[in-house]
């Protein structure tokens, strides 16, 4: 799977759309999308939603217009980029892009309602 294009892909469309969700599926998708975007990171630290766990671990769970949910997504919000695998992408959608896994099967599925 191309994860610098996965990751990298919603910062063309930020601007078209109000809010982007990617779950926590890959580990820590915030840190993909800090790497491959071109997000001010001075904006991210103003605008995270941010805990440390029991352990230590750090978790992100939002900033500006993204948004990392830990569990399932109920997709319901018009003028949001949803990416998730294929088999939780509702039939009412509009595909944006189809990143492949390297067997070639779908990976994840951007789209919006």
């Not at 997000?39 to 750090?58: I, L, R, S």
Request: hydrophobic share 35%.
């Amino acid at each position: 799977m191309d994860i610098g294009k996965l990751f990298g892909m919603p910062n063309l469309l930020k601007d078209s759309i109000s809010t982007l969700c990617f779950p926590m599926l890959l580990g820590r998708p915030y840190v993909y999308t800090l790497f491959y975007g071109t997000y001010d990171p001075n904006e991210f630290w103003q605008t995270k939603k941010d805990t440390f766990d029991a352990a230590g671990f750090y978790h992100v769970y939002s900033f500006g217009n993204y948004e990392f949910p830990e569990k399932t997504v109920t997709v319901s919000e018009k003028n949001t980029l949803y990416i998730l695998p294929p088999d939780s992408v509702p039939k009412e959608r509009r595909v944006k892009q189809t990143i492949k896994r390297l067997d070639g099967n779908n990976g994840f599925v951007a789209f919006e309602l």
